[in-house]
């Protein structure tokens, strides 16, 4: 695997972190999240608020812990964003 391979987009990563968020039922904690989408504690952090402040995802508490809903754009996000990657790769070019 080369350098660039391994490389992923901010917009990878925001569609990672979104599909975990799907792939658990619309709402995942942290830790799925993290381990999900391959990610340091610090950019989860840095992530996850950019998400929310994008109105992509929500911050619920649940029993006392955090979770992540997504939302109708964040589902939108990940619809488009599938989109955009198979129309690339037609063209031989890889998100």
Do not use: W
Not at 5 to 13: A, E, F, L, P, V
Not at 39 to 51: F, H, T, W
């Amino acid at each position: 695997m080369t350098a660039r391979q391994r490389y992923r987009s901010k917009m990878r990563i925001c569609y990672d972190m979104l599909r975990v968020i799907q792939e658990e039922g619309g709402e995942a904690g942290p830790t799925r999240i993290l381990y999900g989408a391959n990610l340091s504690y610090e950019r989860l952090k840095r992530y996850l608020a950019e998400l929310i402040e994008k109105g992509l995802i929500e911050e619920v508490e649940r029993d006392g812990k955090r979770i992540y809903r997504l939302t109708d754009s964040g589902r939108m996000f990940i619809i488009h964003f599938r989109k955009m990657t198979e129309f690339a790769k037609a063209f031989g070019m890889i998100l």
